[in-house]
């Protein structure tokens, strides 16, 4: 089974910088993802890390170290439109079984 | 039509009735699930469907009935549900061979039992 960890809210103020942590327990992992969900509507795919490191893209970035079963999400130059709750997923035993964590509450303040 | 839609989009329903949340994708995609996603609860996987077949069922309650007649239509049967059984249902997409298996969401069947 796979056990996935991550802060329930967060509070950033806009223009900042923000690092969302996900830590993560599960047998036979093979990636890890991040998806974003605004509030009444559907998550999105951002980022997905197979190999340890950082991972660019944009203003967004996800970082993967497979043997501290630790992942983070950095989001740069916060926008209020960033606001939305941010969820961890591991993929394991085939692609298609993933796990999500509760998700992270992100509220960017002015 | 594009992505992945859902209908409806709320229902509410008493615990005797049944009823169908329907869910069809525009992506070409082979693989087909749903979720369930409660408040503060993470998104939890009920099934998956592969060209049309399942292949995974997350030890869900026989109250709730999968039916996938096509790559690109998934339905969830619902019958003598529970009020624990309201929460967002989501349907989701993607392409099986894909290395990253990503996957698309609808927006989501909000399901209120009485």
């Known amino acids: 089974g796979q056990n996935i960890d991550q802060p329930t809210e967060m509070t950033a103020t806009e223009g900042a910088i923000v690092q969302i942590n996900c830590t993560y327990q599960?047998?036979?992992?093979?990636?890890l993802f991040w998806y974003q969900q605004h509030a009444g509507e559907a998550p999105t795919f951002l980022s997905y890390?197979?190999?340890?490191g950082l991972e660019e893209k944009g203003r967004f970035s996800s970082f993967l170290s497979r043997s501290k079963g630790y992942s983070y999400l950095l989001l740069k130059e916060l926008q209020m439109k960033d606001s939305a709750s941010y969820l961890c997923?591991?993929?394991?035993?085939?692609?298609?079984?993933?796990?999500f964590g509760t998700g992270t509450k992100l509220q960017v303040i002015p | 039509e594009t992505g992945v839609t859902q209908t409806p989009r709320h229902l509410v329903m008493g615990m005797t009735n049944k009823k169908s949340l329907k869910c069809e994708q525009h992506?070409?995609?082979?693989?087909m699930y749903w979720y369930k996603q409660s408040a503060k609860k993470p998104l939890e996987l009920m099934f998956v469907?592969?060209?049309?077949?399942?292949?995974e069922n997350n030890s869900v309650p026989s109250r709730f009935s999968p039916e996938c007649p096509n790559s690109s239509h998934l339905f969830l049967h619902l019958h003598t549900l529970q009020p624990e059984d309201s929460a967002l249902y989501l349907c989701?997409?993607?392409?099986?061979?894909?290395?990253?298996?990503?996957?698309?969401f609808g927006e989501g069947s909000r399901l209120t039992v009485l």
């Open positions: 989701a997409s993607s392409q099986a061979s894909y290395p990253t298996g990503e996957l698309f």
């Open positions: 599960t047998s036979g992992f093979n990636g």
């Open positions: 890390n197979v190999l340890d």
């Open positions: 997923a591991g993929s394991s035993g085939g692609y298609q079984k993933v796990t």
């Open positions: 992506l070409g995609h082979n693989a």
């Open positions: 469907y592969n060209f049309k077949e399942q292949t």
